[in-house]
């Protein structure tokens, strides 16, 4: 069994469990002890990872483990992660600093090559080029795309229009989901959520299983979240930023002011179904990608991703059975995120089942003020 503070941590990392309106927020904060600490502070037995924020140490850990096709327990002792008993910790050791290595006498620092570019899900890189397959063809040049302003205005159409988003200026959705939490987010405990939205950016989200409550928000200006125990914390800088641009009530007609840039690719497949695919530039952020149902319009698909010290961590949110809320307004009333959150693990996902949406609910403005830490006030 893990310790409480590992259980603790599970749950924390909950937060970003945001129950998304059109877009996810990515609120989330570290755990209380690890907060402004580098690895070596906080962990026992860090030898390369020197001056890495200690929170970004298990993302990194899962980018590891994904890249290699391994488990956790390939490396390392369960559940005594800070002990150096297997060979293959130590071989990670090197390969580490022979990345960082190539990366800053070769590309600037930039985080080009991961353990990715050569492991590909295996333990053992290939070093003979595979056959080649059967001939494919020539992949046809994507002909005749829409330009991202008609990409998004069919969605705003495909939504119900400007006039009808405009005409609902608060929102209450309520869903149910399973949420990951114990050792590894393997224990799916049921949570009903609660996120009410007020024009033009409050938001705030309520999670409640049996046996406890955590919540988070944006209060219009910082994003917050308050996890088990009533301790309330801020998320960092790119958590913030994430968090102000997915608040905004009226993101749908305001895609193209939140991108400085965007830029139509060409066509994938998402669920089945032929969707454009948009790059999307967040001013001051990482790269984002759209995907637009070819056939209806609506979004079906976001991409985002994490520097991690070890390459990106992809986040990706699926958006599915839009419905009217019944003020002749669609919302997808399926959402499915893949992994679990931006912080977690490649191979969890979570479901929100959205149940109802009243649009235009009586909400008051208190409703988003962001509340006080219990942790502090019983220290003071
Ligand atoms: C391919 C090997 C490898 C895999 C797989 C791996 N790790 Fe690690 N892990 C390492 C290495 C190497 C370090 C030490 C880094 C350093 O010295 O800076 C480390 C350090 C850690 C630490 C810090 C321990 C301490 O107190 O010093 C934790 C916690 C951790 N890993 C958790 C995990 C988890 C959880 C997983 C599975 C998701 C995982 N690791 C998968 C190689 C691995
Ligand atoms: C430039 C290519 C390259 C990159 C990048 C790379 N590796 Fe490797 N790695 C290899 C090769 C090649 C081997 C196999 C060596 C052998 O067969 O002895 C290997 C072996 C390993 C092993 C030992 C596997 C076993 O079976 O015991 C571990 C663990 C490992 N790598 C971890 C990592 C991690 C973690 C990263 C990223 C920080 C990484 N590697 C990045 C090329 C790479």
């Known amino acids: 069994m893990r310790s409480l503070r590992i259980c603790l941590k599970r749950i924390t990392v909950l937060m970003a469990l945001t129950l998304a309106a059109v877009l996810p927020t990515h609120a989330q904060a570290a755990p209380p002890s690890m907060e402004g600490k580098t690895a070596e502070q906080f962990y026992k037995s860090i030898k390369v990872l020197n001056g890495v924020p200690a929170d970004q140490v298990i993302e990194s850990m899962h980018q590891i483990r994904a890249a290699l096709g391994v488990n956790c327990e390939f490396c390392h002792e369960d559940p005594d992660r800070a002990a150096d008993t297997k060979e293959a910790k130590e071989t990670a050791r090197q390969m580490m600093r022979m990345v960082m290595d190539i990366n800053k006498n070769n590309f600037k620092g930039q985080q080009e090559v991961t353990c990715y570019s050569c492991h590909r899900g295996s333990t053992v890189p290939m070093t003979t080029v595979p056959l080649p397959a059967v001939e494919k063809g020539e992949e046809p040049e994507p002909q005749g795309l829409p330009s991202a302003d008609q990409i998004l205005s069919k969605y705003v159409q495909a939504l119900g229009g400007e006039q009808a988003i405009r005409k609902i200026t608060s929102r209450i959705i309520t869903g149910t989901q399973f949420i990951p939490t114990g050792p590894g987010g393997t224990m799916p405990v049921p949570a009903v959520i609660e996120r009410s939205q007020k024009a033009p950016n409050l938001v705030v989200n309520f999670y409640r ?68 695919a948009v790059i999307a530039r967040p001013q001051g952020d990482r790269v984002e990608r759209l995907y637009f149902d070819v056939q209806t319009g609506l979004l079906v698909r976001k991409w985002s991703s994490l520097a991690t010290p070890v390459g990106e961590a992809p986040f990706q949110v699926d958006y599915e059975d839009y419905r009217d809320t019944g003020s002749g307004v669609k919302f997808p009333y399926l959402i499915v995120m893949n992994p679990a959150n931006a912080r977690t693990e490649p191979s969890t996902t979570a479901t929100i089942r959205v149940t109802k949406v009243q649009d235009n609910a009586p909400l008051d403005s208190s409703k988003f003020t962001k509340p006080e830490s219990k942790a502090a006030a019983a220290a003071q």
């Open 209 to 276: 299983t049996p046996t406890y409550t955590i919540s988070d928000g944006f209060d219009g200006s910082k994003a917050w979240s308050q996890d088990l125990r009533g301790r309330v914390t801020e998320p960092g800088a790119t958590d913030q930023m994430r968090a102000k641009r997915n608040a905004d009530f009226y993101l749908p007609l305001d895609l193209k002011q939140t991108y400085t840039q965007m830029q139509v690719r060409g066509f994938e497949n998402v669920n089945g179904h032929d969707a454009y």
